[in-house]
């Protein structure tokens, strides 16, 4: 029932999602998706998947900043992927990004498939994440990288009351406000909260077989980038 609530809720803000992103954290994600396509390792012909891929920002941005690099974004709603096949193509970039309708969970691709992975501020909604972890790295080749990047809360005590009070109290009302919405970002909130804190998530990461993990703090802390490799041999 929630995956049902969960792809409606994101159904109904699809034609918007991009602006109240962008509005609500003051430019910040645009920042952030070029530390997170900038972190990839440059080989020379890169196959990246870009899970919950959305309207496609994060794709986009990684063909930006590598470009011999070609990417398939999946995600579970058609609403949302159809704003991003129309960006794809005003960029020029039909050649280069293919977009898929597809569950995190259960991916529809072979092993071994990718030489990297990002999710970019959607696994936290799905509540199955060891699942989705196994199945990123089932995905992955040996030694490929993983890019999760999650909203936080900055460690220092002044800046972290004063995001605290926009965070659980502006941040909802404000954000469905603009979407129209009665708990879009009410959710995102309650989301937020719910998604493990970080020495927790990195132990997620290392149970899915993932090593040689880091962490990169984005604006205080208020995202994070996490990293791991696969390691190459079978679980």
């Known amino acids: 029932m929630r995956d049902f609530s969960v792809k ?119 509540d199955e994440r060891a699942e989705a972890l196994a199945e990123f790295w089932r995905v992955l080749k040996e030694g490929g990288e993983i890019f999760v990047m999650e909203f936080d809360f900055p460690k220092d005590p002044v ?11 502006l941040l909802g009302p404000l954000g469905n406000w603009i979407s129209r919405t009665d708990n879009a970002y009410s959710y995102l909130v309650e989301s937020v909260r719910a998604f493990p804190r970080q020495e927790t998530f990195l132990e997620e990461l290392a149970a899915a077989g993932f090593c040689c993990l880091w962490v990169k703090e984005l604006t205080y802390g208020i995202a994070k980038i996490y990293r791991g490799i696969k390691e190459a041999h079978d679980r």
């Open 159 to 169: 800046m972290g009351k004063l995001y605290g009070v926009y965070f659980d109290y």
């Open 8 to 126: 409606k809720m994101f159904e109904d803000i699809a034609f918007t999602y991009d602006f109240q992103n962008s509005f609500l954290s003051l430019g910040q994600d645009i920042l952030w998706r070029r530390v997170l396509a900038g972190s990839i390792r440059k080989s020379g012909q890169e196959l990246i998947l870009d899970a919950a891929t959305g309207t496609a920002e994060v794709a986009i941005e990684i063909c930006k900043r590598n470009p011999n690099s070609r990417v398939v974004g999946v995600d579970f709603s058609a609403r949302m992927l159809s704003m991003g096949f129309k960006k794809v193509r005003a960029r020029g970039l039909g050649d280069r990004i293919r977009l898929v309708l597809g569950d995190g969970r259960r991916l529809p691709f072979g092993p071994s498939s990718f030489d990297a992975l990002t999710i970019a501020f959607g696994l936290r909604n799905i």
